[in-house]
């Protein structure tokens, strides 16, 4: 075993990722027995600052079977230890959530979608002594995380786009084959218990007090002020009733519920660098319910700015498209139209503005701010408030809110009538 040099004083090597690991994640993986582990190689598999409720580490394996010659293998290790700080994703299931939708629900997209690839193939997963999720690594495969701080183009998101439209309806053929799967897939990230602890509360609530006070200073925008902070006062309704389930009206579909740029893998043409192909990793928020939900949630942390004031036409040129062809090749009966779809995601379009204050200020951040980001910031409300307060300085920040808080605000004036 060794350690790559330049990285011996950048993390702590787990006992637990020995021999014997890796020899069980291979031989589950390959689905073959008699591996004997030669070598291995590790490194971290990410930037500081850019997960939060996992490490990521990055390995070269090198193996033999019985009578065979050394072969290579590269492996990702996704290492979710529960701390004190980590615990409420436990106490919540996320983890949980996210083993279930590797073993129970990407398999059987899978099967349904053919050659489609969702994700990055799962070789095993270990409960103890920690949660540890062992898939390929995709990035001798040519797959790479673009630059959060940027955020996509219209080519990127033309490619997460088509690859959301069949993920999306192959899930809607996945509950009419199965239609109970969906109880164990039933929440996402905003639940009656999340929404009250103190960790969300800093990361979601606070953020939202926190951007009212930086549009008062800024001339043509004081009036959201008392907007958002009619928001902030009722936080609870409002962000369960953004999430709550419209059995009437909602297209229902498997959301992702963590459609930001680090959760995306990407294929490049080897030629004109022009993204070609996407996988999605990160699947602890998964839920099924409104389709306008992932959607939404993609936008708001993930595209530039200019493409972000394209939102609707986006959906109806890169979504829409491929949603529908993907329902017809399954044989899906009832096909949405445009304006069903487009309806989901406008009902849906307060999701922006939680999304935009709590998420797009990390994404934003720039990179040597990052590198001292960690999950037990936010349960600091002072650390997390000093943290979110350089992101939201950032030009796209600044910009995005701008142009959101606008486009919303008949929309925020409808919500806050209520209370």
Sequence with gaps: MSIMPHEIKEFILPDHLNEKFFKTSLESGLQISGIDINDFQITLGSQPGDNYTSTIYRIKVIYKQKNSENKEIFLIVKSIPIDEH??????????????????????????????????????????????????????????????????????????????????????????????????????????????????????????????????????????????????????????????EPDPDNDIKVLNHGDLWVNNFLFKYDEKDKRPIGIVFVDYQGTFFNSLGIDLNYLFATSAQVDVLKRKIELIEKYYYPVFTETLKSLDIGSIPTLQDVISQVKQREMYNLFCLFAVLPLVSMNEEESKTNDFSQFADKEKSYQKTLIGMSSKRFSESMKYTVEYLESMIDKTISEY
């Design 86 to 243: 980590r615990a409420v994703i436990e106490q919540f299931g996320f983890v949980d959530k996210e083993i279930n939708v590797y073993i129970e629900i990407l398999p059987k997209l899978s099967k349904i979608l053919g050659d489609t690839p969702i994700a990055p193939k799962c070789f095993h997963i270990f409960r103890e002594p920690h949660r540890n999720i062992v898939f390929q690594d995709m990035k001798p495969l040519g797959y790479k995380v673009a630059s959060r701080q940027i955020g996509l183009d219209e080519e990127h998101l033309k490619v997460t786009l088509n690859k959301v439209a069949k993920f999306h309806a192959a899930s809607i053929k996945l509950l009419k084959e199965d239609p109970a799967i969906e109880k164990n897939y039933c929440e996402g990230f905003f639940t009656e218990e999340s929404i009250v602890d103190p960790i969300f509360q800093n990361v979601f609530k606070e953020n939202i007090k926190l951007a009212a006070g930086i549009l008062s200073n800024i001339p043509g925008y004081e009036r959201f002020y008392p907007k958002l902070m009619k928001i902030y006062d009722n936080f609870r309704e409002v962000a369960l009733k953004m999430v």
